[in-house]
């Protein structure tokens, strides 16, 4: 049974950093992606960051919400996923989810099968 589990959430300062973490499983080709997603209260599943494990490549939403400040990584040794986040905003309040999967595809839910109960990230102003 896959399970997953984050950490590494909390309450921050707008500008701050926060690196949250995710206790993967053992990498198959069935789990071979680890995204992370985040839902703010009242909106929608937003994909935030994911990561193919085999080779470590990244992706990230076309969008510039979290580019160049967010960066997903990952340490294959210890079944860890990260994700490196700079310059908080208020509005990146949110639970913060790690999920697993085959990755079809990497940017959207339907790509994971596996979902951690998620780590509440507040950023206040």
């Known amino acids: 049974q896959v399970q997953l589990v984050e950490s590494g959430g909390g309450l921050v300062q707008a500008g701050d950093s926060l690196r949250l973490s995710c206790a993967a499983s053992l990498r198959t080709f069935r789990t071979n992606a680890v995204g992370w997603f985040r839902r703010a209260p009242g909106k929608e599943r937003e994909f935030v960051a994911a990561v193919r494990r085999s080779d470590g490549n990244t992706y990230y939403p076309n969008s510039v919400s979290v580019k160049g400040r967010f960066v997903i990584s990952t340490d294959n040794a210890k079944n860890m996923v990260y994700l490196q986040m700079n310059s908080l905003q208020p509005e990146e309040t949110a639970i913060y989810y790690c999920?697993?999967?085959?990755?079809?595809?990497?940017?959207?839910?339907?790509?994971?099968?596996?979902w951690g109960q998620g780590t509440q990230v507040t950023v206040s102003s």
């Open positions: 999920a697993e999967g085959m990755g079809i595809p990497y940017t959207a839910a339907p790509g994971y099968e596996y």
